[in-house]
């Protein structure tokens, strides 16, 4: 089993900025990807960037450019740094690990943080 914790959500104006933090513990193998994923009122759960233990990163388009994933293996944490925000990036954010090789793993998520951008 593998636990997840966000930290880091709140309100913030368009433009701004703000820093998503998320520990795992437990029982975490040595391949895994870690990645952040959000999800905005009636609409689908979504990608927004994942980074692997050997650090291949993927970003979804709408956040490019913007916002930047990082993960400390040693502790466990990754994170996502969200610069010029917007008000579509408004959603809560959950963590989530692919916890093993890509052809085996079992997969976690975190219970979300909510980000609201707004004026």
């Known amino acids: 089993q593998v636990q997840l914790a966000e930290s880091g959500g709140g309100l913030v104006h368009p433009g701004g900025s703000l820093r998503l933090s998320c520990a795992a513990s437990?029982?975490?193998?040595?391949?895994?990807?870690m990645g952040w994923y959000r999800q905005a009122p009636g609409k689908q759960r979504e990608l927004v960037a994942s980074?692997?233990?050997?650090?291949?990163?993927n970003y979804a388009d709408s956040v490019r450019g913007r916002f930047t994933i990082s993960r400390d293996n040693a502790k466990n944490m990754v994170y996502l740094q969200m610069n010029s925000l917007k008000p579509e990036d408004t959603a809560v954010y959950y963590c989530n690990i692919r916890n093993g090789d890509y052809r085996a793993y079992t997969e976690y998520w975190g219970k979300g943080t909510l980000v609201t951008v707004s004026s």
């Open positions: 980074i692997s233990t050997g650090r291949t990163i």
């Open positions: 437990g029982n975490i193998f040595s391949l895994n990807v």
